[in-house]
């Protein structure tokens, strides 16, 4: 079990799995983006165990790669017999949705920077059904690690301050469930400009969102620097 990693994420893990493969040789990697669009903000889980994908393009592809990386037959979640890494704190899909462009939460003369006691609330709304997904993998006991999605690549209307705050909560949530936070921010941040470097920008034409190949080395490299897997041949 120590050398398989299930790579259950979004579209983010696109760019940090073949760095982890080339870092982690001894290990079994087999995973990648599931086909759940938007709805890691929606019902994506059955909710109870058994847990399993609402979606049944998601939950096949789930059973598809446990039987190519265990060699059984499985679809509960909780029942996989290997380790499972993560990429599904999407914090950019809030940052850039309706909610900062209409109404921004930024400082003004007679209005603070977006309380506390709110970000704690969008966290429980917008990330709700994510958070419940790992609370039931880890009172099951099953060993999981989650990845921070890249920071915004400029900084109008605070989108980075609201990423980071974002983030600092996220941070507490998981600590609070025992899940590890793999978070390359600081790392690949600007430091002028705060928000993501150009070097970790996407190559791609027209992407705005994801890393590059660079970031994701980043993150395969924090992944390997904190030991989280076990990384025993």
Avoid at 161 to 174: G, I, K, M, T
Wanted: hydrophobic share 40%; net charge negative.
């Amino acid at each position: 079990m120590s050398s398989n990693i299930l790579v259950l994420g979004d579209s983010h893990c696109n760019v940090f799995i073949p760095a982890l493969k080339n870092q982690l040789t001894s290990h079994n990697i087999v995973g990648g983006q599931l086909p759940l669009g938007p709805g890691w903000f929606e019902n994506f889980h059955s909710q109870t165990a058994p847990l399993t994908f609402t979606r049944p393009e998601a939950q096949a592809l789930f059973e598809q790669w446990v039987t190519a990386l265990t060699g059984q037959q499985v679809t509960n979640i909780l029942d996989v017999e290997a380790q499972i890494l993560c990429s599904v704190t999407c914090i950019e899909h809030c940052v850039h949705s309706w909610m900062w462009t209409q109404w921004c939460p930024a400082p003004t003369p007679d209005r603070d920077f977006i309380s506390d006691t709110v970000l704690d609330k969008i966290v429980s709304g917008f990330f709700g059904h994510i958070l419940h997904f790992f609370e039931l993998l880890t009172e099951a006991g099953h060993p999981v690690v989650n990845i921070v999605s890249p920071l915004p690549r400029d900084n109008k209307n605070y989108k980075v301050q609201v990423h980071d705050a974002l983030r600092a909560v996220l941070h507490r949530r998981f600590d609070a469930l025992g899940v590890p936070l793999i978070d390359v921010s600081d790392l690949s941040r600007d430091p002028e400009t705060t928000a993501l470097a150009q070097p970790y920008y996407s190559t791609m034409k027209g992407d705005k969102i994801h890393g590059s190949p660079g970031w994701g080395r980043l993150v395969s490299q924090s992944i390997v620097e904190t030991t989280i897997f076990d990384h025993t041949s």
